[in-house]
């Protein structure tokens, strides 16, 4: 960027600067192209690694309009609204993410800038300590899933972008982070586009994103065979109980609770039926 301000860029061609009057090497959307081209990987960037965001002084450059569709724009615009310095509550952040869903969009390149969009979106919605709705987290697998097809997609054909890279990693990351059953089902696919990716184009950095990527889930592996421990002695615990009746006081939990199995509610819930329907059901509804 500091680049595009010394050859002013950011300025508009049509002004009346002195130092744009005589260059006529190319055309003023040409110009535009590139000055918008370069903020967004710089804007891009800045977020990914929460750095500052570099911006030109004085720049009036119009966004590019012969050949930019409006979702291009609708992209461009999404991400200027991601700005750190701009304080979103999460019905902001959730209306941002259904703008960015529900765009129409005709190139894998712009499939992985939404995608990267969705993730940064949820990003924001995670720190700001509020509860990801189930809408928006529908919202962001849907996204992941798209944006893991056209990355696959991109690889296959050797097609150079940014993005192959750092989007199949930082949708691992998100859907280790959301850690539900539907999320989970999904590592296995991104892990493999990753590792596809690293073995078709080779760097050592791309190498070095799948170890990570590889730990990343085996420390939450680990993790999870923790809890799996602890829940195992629990479980014991209960087998001990159901031989020996003395070990439960009187005013315990009915025998038939436990000996006899919990059939999961069918018509009302269906397969909706998990810990969070249990833990915001009425704990307080007498044993019938």
Known sequence: MHMIETTRLHIEPSTSDPLLAGDTSYSPHVRKRIY???QLFNTWISYDYGRCRVIPRGASCSLPGEDWTADEIAIWRLTDSLDPDRRLDSTELENLLLQASELTLSHSALELKRCNIALCIYR???VS???V?????SQVLHLTDIGIDNATEMARRHLPWWHIVNVPF??????LAIDTRASLERVGKSVSTLRLVASVYGTSAIQDTFVSACS???IHMRRKMEDYELLSRVEEDMMAWEGDSSVLPPSSLPNAFISQPVE????????????????????FTPWG
Do not use: H, N, T
């Open 264 to 283: 999961m509610p069918k018509d009302d819930v269906g397969e909706s039926w998990d810990l969070d329907f249990l833990l915001s059901s009425s704990l």
């Open 36 to 38: 918008y081209i370069a």
């Open 216 to 218: 990343l889930i085996r």
């Open 170 to 175: 930082q949708i691992i990351c998100v859907l």
């Open 129 to 131: 300590g509020r509860v």
């Open 124 to 126: 924001r919605l995670r």
């Open 133 to 137: 709705s189930s809408k928006a987290l």
